[in-house]
Every structure is written in structure tokens, then in C-alpha cells.
């Protein structure tokens, strides 16, 4: 294998995304072979050096894995919680071993497609603002909403952390409605809502970058076809 940018090293192995991985490189968090790196330009092999993050030995990827899982309420979208709540890597069940991250977060009470993997490009890819990969979610509100009011989010609508880009929106029903964005805001889609006046009974994510839930129930998870995988891969 040829030599390759730390960074990239660590975002392949799902450590965290390419930025954070600077971060991490110039605090002395990182050593190649016994030796703290702090140089951004520094490159290894990572078949063949020991490469440790704050002393623990970088995971070797050899097979890429790519889950879709319907996650229910009531699960964090984390690998690890220091509170010991339930998160997604507990539906895969005690037997499996591989590590996979999640790509992107559906907070606590939200539900639905999530992907996990260990192909730290793909999941960069696919969280980055740049490729405004879709996802859609079907919400069901408290109370009645209008068309007039739909508008405002169609148009784009302000929050605290500025204004959001403009959504696709379907009525459903005045209390159900199913809602296409391609940013990653946090609870952006709660807080989409929230600003006209709308509080969020139920979250579902029904599609991420062109996939489905395709019948999976809900807790259940299944591998991606070369086909769903190729999807995914485009945006790379």
C-alpha cells in the first residue's frame, strides 16, 4: 500500500471526519511507530506502521461494510455513551464484532433509515454540505399546519444558526407531512418546525441519498447490495 496522508488514514478508519482529524494530529494525539506526529503532511503505511490515537492501536480496515438499519426511538446514533443508554451498534447483537459508525445522527426520539459503516471517505462524502446529498423524513405535528405555512419552509427558514436552505415539501395530511432537506443542522429538522410554531409528535427518516427503508422493519438491519452501494458511491 503506498503512503498516504495521517488524516486521511484516520477518516478511512472511521475515527472521525478529515478536519477533526488535523485537530487531532497537531495536539501530539497521534503516534506512528512510537513516535508522536504532529506535522499535517506527515504520511505512513497503514499495513505496516502502528498507528495509535491518544495510545490506542488504529483499527486495520481490511472489508468494507455497509448496513442500512431502521432504528427505533429511543436509541442514541453513537457507538459508545458514557450514560450507558442504548445506541444502534446494540441492535446488531452481541455476535457482531466488526466496527461501523454511524454516517450522520437521528437524535434520540427520531427514527429510521441510518447507515453504518466503516468506510470513513464514503461517510465524509456523505455528511460534507458540498454534495447536498438529500434525505427525507415524515413528520407528524401536534397540530393542524397549513399550506401557507409549509411555504415559509419552502422558502427557507431562519434559525439560530442562520437560514436554512430551501426544503421540498409534500402534505400528506394537515398533521402529516413528508419533508426533503440536504443540510445536517443539529435537530434541524425539530427546529425547522419549531420556528413556525410546530411542535414534532413523531420523526421518521425515510430516505438517505437515494435508499429506502424497502420493508425493513423497525430494529432490523441488513447488508447493501453492490447496487445500493454504487448509489451511495457516486457522491465520492
Known sequence: MALIRLQKILSQAGICSRRAA????????????????????????SDKNKIR?????????????????????????????????????????????????PVGRLDLNSEGLIILTNDGQLTNALIHPRYEVQKTYRVKLCAAIT??????????????????????????????????IHEGRNRQVRRMFAAIGHDVKRLKRISFAGLTLS?????????????EIDMLKKFL
Open 147 to 180: 399550506e401557507e405555512e409549509l411555504d415559509l419552509l419552502r422558502s427557507g427558514i431562519e434559525l439560530d444558526d442562520g437560514l436554512t436552505a430551501p426544503a421540498i415539501i409534500y402534505m400528506i395530511d394537515d398533521r402529516t407531512i413528508e419533508i426533503t
Open 53 to 101: 490515537v491518544d495510545g490506542k492501536l488504529l483499527p486495520t480496515v481490511t472489508d468494507k461494510i455497509y448496513i442500512m438499519l431502521n432504528k427505533p426511538r429511543g436509541y442514541l446514533s453513537t457507538v459508545h455513551d458514557e450514560r450507558n443508554r442504548k445506541t444502534v451498534i446494540d441492535l446488531l447483537g452481541e455476535n457482531f464484532s466488526e466496527r461501523v459508525y
Open 22 to 45: 488535523e485537530e487531532i494530529i497537531t495536539s501530539g494525539r497521534v503516534t506512528v511507530d512510537g513516535k508522536i506526529v504532529t506535522e499535517l503532511g506527515a504520511k505512513a503505511d
Open 215 to 227: 420493508g425493513l422493519k423497525v430494529g432490523e438491519y441488513k447488508y447493501l447490495s453492490q447496487n
